[in-house]
């Protein structure tokens, strides 16, 4: 049986001319930027007023001296030259008020017969007890701490030394027998400040009623303070009414369509919108006004 010989044609590779090479891949676009409105700035300033009045504190439990001048002292054991004055003097648990006069507490007479203005600044490191000094320096923290992060030292520095001095002056109008210290005004002025800083910077808040309704429970807090004996209510609403002004000067902040469009990619500098919003501005200059004229 013979096998028939099969032949195989092998066709050429045709090219097809409608077929193109496609082109090579595009690198990968680069990683973007986390959004971030502002830097955070490492606070130091409030825990070193923090430090200061503490200091200053024990240095006025030391000038005291109640052993010395009193057999009523409370701790006296245990403390020594540090004992306490007795409740019926100073139920905050401190020194005398002829200490802490003598150490630059706040005295209307003072001021005004003896021209000695330099208290207005003095009295508000000073305080009056323990508990005083105690729940004063535990709202600073809780208050200053996060301010000076957002707004830094110099501008968080400024406005707790003007507001201590608008507290005192509020203090030497109403209270005119009795002597007055603690850092209550400035404590105000932050909380004050606090509260204006949101209105002047309120597009950049997502959550406004939570940011409101905790500001107000912590005014509230403090404000109750003053119900209790040896606190100055005049100084807190001093201190609160000018840290209240300030806020509007000291922590204006552009508002968010600004920060946002310049992070944005293809910013110019040409098309960026206006820095600041119209009520921002209205803020600041009636603010400027009434610190001013007041």
């Given at each position: 049986?013979?096998?028939?010989?099969?032949?195989?044609?092998?066709?050429?590779?045709?090219?097809?001319?409608?077929?193109?090479?496609?082109?090579?891949?595009?690198?990968?676009?680069?990683?973007?930027?986390?959004?971030?409105?502002?830097?955070?700035?490492?606070?130091?300033?409030?825990?070193?007023?923090?430090?200061?009045?503490?200091?200053?504190?024990?240095?006025?439990?030391?000038?005291?001296?109640?052993?010395?001048?009193?057999?009523?002292?409370?701790?006296?054991?245990?403390?020594?030259?540090?004992?306490?004055?007795?409740?019926?003097?100073?139920?905050?648990?401190?020194?005398?008020?002829?200490?802490?006069?003598?150490?630059?507490?706040?005295?209307?007479?003072?001021?005004?017969?003896?021209?000695?203005?330099?208290?207005?600044?003095?009295?508000?490191?000073?305080?009056?007890?323990?508990?005083?000094?105690?729940?004063?320096?535990?709202?600073?923290?809780?208050?200053?701490?996060?301010?000076?992060?957002?707004?830094?030292?110099?501008?968080?520095?400024?406005?707790?030394?003007?507001?201590?001095?608008?507290?005192?002056?509020?203090?030497?109008?109403?209270?005119?027998?009795?002597?007055?210290?603690?850092?209550?005004?400035?404590?105000?002025?932050?909380?004050?400040?606090?509260?204006?800083?949101?209105?002047?910077?309120?597009?950049?808040?997502?959550?406004?009623?939570?940011?409101?309704?905790?500001?107000?429970?912590?005014?509230?807090?403090?404000?109750?303070?003053?119900?209790?004996?040896?606190?100055?209510?005049?100084?807190?609403?001093?201190?609160?009414?000018?840290?209240?002004?300030?806020?509007?000067v000291l922590l204006i902040r552009p508002h968010f369509g600004y920060?946002?469009?310049?992070?944005?990619?293809?910013?110019?500098?040409?098309?960026?919108?206006?820095?600041?919003?119209?009520?921002?501005?209205?803020?600041?200059?009636?603010?400027?006004?009434?610190?001013?004229?007041?």
């Amino acid at each position: 049986m013979l096998s028939t010989p099969v032949e195989i044609e092998v066709q050429p590779r045709q090219t097809d001319p409608q077929r193109r090479i496609p082109p090579p891949p595009s690198p990968p676009p680069p990683p973007r930027r986390s959004f971030r409105l502002y830097k955070k700035c490492f606070p130091w300033i409030v825990p070193s007023i923090v430090v200061v009045n503490s200091v200053l504190f024990l240095v006025s439990m030391y000038i005291n001296n109640c052993p010395h001048n009193s057999n009523r002292c409370i701790g006296k054991p245990i403390l020594g030259r540090f004992a306490f004055q007795s409740t019926h003097e100073n139920p905050l648990l401190g020194p005398s008020a002829a200490t802490l006069l003598e150490m630059g507490a706040l005295h209307t007479r003072e001021v005004i017969e003896k021209h000695q203005v330099w208290r207005l600044a003095s009295c508000m490191w000073l305080h009056a007890g323990v508990f005083h000094i105690v729940a004063n320096m535990v709202s600073l923290l809780f208050v200053g701490l996060r301010l000076e992060e957002e707004f830094g030292f110099v501008r968080i520095g400024l406005l707790y030394v003007i507001a201590g001095i608008g507290g005192s002056l509020s203090s030497c109008l109403f209270v005119r027998s009795t002597i007055s210290v603690g850092a209550s005004g400035a404590l105000f002025g932050l909380l004050g400040a606090m509260l204006s800083e949101l209105f002047v910077n309120w597009t950049i808040y997502e959550n406004k009623f939570e940011a409101i309704l905790t500001l107000v429970v912590i005014i509230i807090i403090n404000l109750a303070v003053g119900i209790l004996p040896h606190v100055d209510n005049f100084a807190h609403l001093g201190g609160f009414i000018t840290g209240f002004l300030l806020g509007f000067v000291l922590l204006i902040r552009p508002h968010f369509g600004y920060v946002k469009q310049r992070t944005a990619p293809g910013y110019s500098a040409n098309s960026c919108k206006s820095k600041y919003k119209l009520y921002q501005y209205t803020m600041l200059v009636v603010s400027l006004i009434l610190l001013i004229v007041g």
